[in-house]
Every structure is written in C-alpha cells, then in structure tokens.
C-alpha cells in the first residue's frame, strides 16, 4: 500500500507565506514525478507545479511558488510566497509510483490539506 500524506495548511494573510509537504510512504520501489494541484470550491482541480524530470508551474504562480524534493525522504514541498486570496484552495499532493521493479507506474493522490488566504 501507499499513502501519500500532506502537511502545512492553514490560514494566512495575504502576501504571507506557507510551505506544504507531502511524504509518501509504504511499498515504494521509485518515484518517478511529485507535484501539487489545488481545487477552489465551485472550480475543477488544476495543476500547480511538478517536479520530475523537469519542473513546471502554472503560470498563475510563477514567480511566487517552488516546489522542491528530497528524494532520500520520498518528500515533495511547495513554498508559496506573496500569497492571494484566490490560492485559497485544497491542495492535493500527486505522484507517479512504482511499487516492483516489474510494476509499471500508477499515479497516487493525498487527502489533500486547506490553504486559506485572508484578512
């Protein structure tokens, strides 16, 4: 089994910072990308950033967002910075995992954690 758990929500004033985490865990041989999504009430969900073997973000944070890795840790963070009240969202942890050498790659999600942006 695998379990992808987030970490670092919460409420924060805008032009604040949070910085979330994602750590997965359980029956992993490799982890090929990590990356976040977020979903707005009322919105579909849609990409942030990914890290694999390149890094991209949506254009709506370049500049403000950096999603980095440790590998060792099997942990992907997102710093967001300057933020605005329309990050506010949930945003979900997302990675594509091999479980087997023989596996192929299935792509697994977080429960998700809130971001609240305001005053």
């Known amino acids: 089994q695998v379990q992808l758990v987030e970490s670092g929500g919460g409420l924060v004033q805008p032009g604040g910072s949070l910085r979330l985490s994602c750590a997965a865990s359980?029956?992993?041989?490799?982890?090929?990308?990590m990356g976040w999504y977020r979903q707005a009430p009322g919105k579909e969900r849609e990409l942030v950033a990914t890290?694999?073997?390149?890094?991209t973000y949506a254009d709506f944070v370049k500049g403000r967002f950096t999603i980095s890795r440790d590998n060792a840790k099997n942990t992907v963070y997102l710093q967001m910075n300057s933020l605005k009240p329309e990050d506010t969202a949930v945003y979900y942890c997302?990675?594509?995992?091999?479980?087997?050498?023989?596996?192929?790659?299935?792509?697994?999600w977080g429960q998700g954690t809130q971001v609240t942006v305001s005053s």
């Open positions: 890290s694999g073997g390149t890094t």
């Open positions: 997302n990675a594509d995992i091999r479980k087997a050498r023989w596996s192929s790659n299935t792509y697994y």
């Open positions: 359980g029956s992993i041989f490799s982890i090929n990308a």
